[in-house]
């Protein structure tokens, strides 16, 4: 130790005892500090007051020996009792030799380090908030401290100060957010419950807006939330609840669109928790923040659709984010449309209310495909809110949405329920913004074919309603026709496409000035892609036309309009090179169309045959039909077409006659038997103006061998009337059998003749796989 005169105006004695490894001999000689100190407080000596904190912090407490810190700790406690409220004027001097005594090695130093700034932070009270920062970096430290007694010092200390920031209205927040956004990142358990304790202390503070700031530790809330103690995560539970409810209470003051790329990450953790309660803020910030949130929907979609899919042990978290899904979905509204990315976007109010509505629901769980009226009062509250006048740019990301729907629905091994989500989404944006769809659609289209292929009945109906959807919106019309450029083959007439009237399917938006019904052609070009890639899938892909083949169809006929399916679909076969394949298409159409209920209308058109449309199709119908032999005798007793069913039959005997071709016959017989023919049965009452029809099917019966089917149909037969028996009933009354006036309008010689030319090429086709399957049989042999 120095001179004497160094130390001055501590005694010697003083300086001594100061240095003693025995307490109670330092506590002593705090005590005479105290009165000296008191003494110079009194004379108003502020020199000596300094000097005597400047002996006990340089000569003591920043010491080399280890009595002589303790000593200056009890001394520099001593000064401040006696400075009392002036202490507040020294506190730099007296807090910082302390705080540096928190990193000693020896435990009891820092123990006593611990009491003696609690001493001064009492004495001070409200007088230490401008030194906050430091007093929390040094506590934050001794909080993760090994020592039992010196965390159990710092806690106390830590009450006190905690106390004295909740009775204050001076606390610097501003300044101790750095601080508090660098030590969150803690790992230690400990450090991470200190941080807890303060967040909550301070969230609980009426004068202390901690809301603001809550983007700059969220993330770290987020992180501390994954922590192995069910303590700690409890705290951060109850943290992260308390902030909630205050953003629910105080939406106009939340920067939502801060926090929202925060919130993504985290709706994406392995912890459930995590998940969860991130989930859990997603869904509050879009319902209170509305469209303040479409700009990050690319990131909220890449979160939320992999939850759809999860199984019970996560229902939570799938419910939630469903719940973020649909409430996302709603925001997207037709202005969004209108906007151009290249023009200033539409400024909306920064904060809507929780009880936004943006469009009614869209009636995305059923079958049918339809376009909701915008509810314009909904459409006003999410645009003008009373509530805040600050206004923000959105736009809609569709680009960046359309990237992450491609990839969830390319993706093989993402769950069912995903995939439903992304239709959903896709057919949404479809009815929503058309015209910014449509720019996606080419690359989209390939994926939605593939699509059909999909293990799930309701996924491929969701298809459907998008390709339906795709195929028959304005916003996809184009200058180019509808059909193959290539007219090598004569056609009875132009192929009109037509879409079905829908209740409610089109907005103002999408289709001005245009009337939606079966005399209107609406369809645009990509419906007959949509038919040129479906039939090419279903070439490629035989096994899905034989277990999905009719139901694709059938749907597409509800959602379109039957006339144009079988209408597109027989003009392209009939250019279509593989025979095999356009015979066994024609045969799975031709079952459809005479068994699904879904074509009882188009039946009833055929039937008949009495306007120019329907003549029109059966011609259409009849010359890609002659692929099949059979099918086209089905397709002329449909439409009561006798004569022509004869002279095909007739043609039979040229036909190179399989064990297929029998068994399609015997087919047919059994459909005859259906309650669709029951008219053609009932035909056979009047013998005399129908002689065809009974020809015709005398002439299946040459055909079968002596069958099951054969005998079915020979009974039929047998009941026809005697024609003498039934004339003399015919003169009671004007006959009312069906006679055809239309049958004029109808070459039926040159359908023959295309009949003909079609079964020859079927018979080259055949002859020609022979040889080669001959060829390989002597290969093989060789």
Known sequence: MNAERDLSPLTPGVVRALTDKLYEKRKVAALEIEKLVREFVAQNNTSQIKHVIQILSQEFALSQHPHSRKGGLIGLAACSIALGKDSGLYLKELIEPVLTCFNDADSRLRYYACEALYNIVKVARGSVLPHFNVLFDGLSKLAADPDPNVKSGSELLDRLLKDIVTESNQFDLVGFIPLLRERIYSNNQYARQFIISWILVLESVPDINLLDYLPEILDGLFQILGDNSKEIRKMCEVALGEFLKEIKKNPSSVKFAEMANILVIHCQAADDLIQLTAMCWMREFIQLAGRVMLPYSSGILTAVLPCLSYDDRKKNIKEVANVCNQSLMKLVIPEDD??????????????????????????????????????????KQSLFFPCSCERIQVTLNLDGIVQVLDYHLSDTSIGMMTRIAVLKWLYHLYIKTPRKMFRHTDSLFPILLRTLSDESDEVILKDLELLAEIASSPAGQTEEGHGPSDGSDAQPGPVELHVPARAGQLSSSSTKGLECSPSTPTMNSYFYKFMINLLKRFSSERKLLETRGAFIIRQLCLLLNAENIF?????????????????????????????????????????????????????????????????????????????????????????????????????????????????????LLDVKNNPYLIKALYGLLMLLPQSSAFQLLSHRLQCVPNPELMQSTDNTKPSTSFKRTAASNIDYTELLQHFEKVQNKHLEARHQRAGQAEQLDRRVVL
């Open 567 to 683: 209408h597109s679909m027989a003009d392209i076969l009939l250019r279509e090179e593989d025979l095999k394949f356009a015979s066994t298409m024609v045969h799975t159409l031709n079952t459809i169309l005479l068994t699904s209920s879904e074509l009882f209308q188009l039946r009833n058109q055929l039937k008949d045959l009495k306007t120019p449309e329907s003549r029109n199709l059966f011609c259409c119908l009849y010359r890609s039909w002659c692929h099949n032999p059979v099918t086209t005798v089905s397709l002329c007793f449909l439409t009561q077409n006798y004569k022509h069913a004869y002279d095909l039959i007739q043609k039979f005997g040229d036909l190179e006659v399989t064990v297929d071709f029998l068994t399609e016959v015997d087919k047919l017989v059994q459909l005859i038997e259906c309650p669709i023919f029951t008219y053609l049965r009932l035909q």
């Open 338 to 379: 209108e906007m151009d990315e290249a023009k200033p976007s539409m400024t909306i109010p920064a904060e809507p209310t929780s009880e936004e509505s943006l469009s009614k629901p869209e009636a995305a769980t059923t079958g049918e495909s339809q376009r909701n009226e915008l509810d314009i009062t909904a459409l």
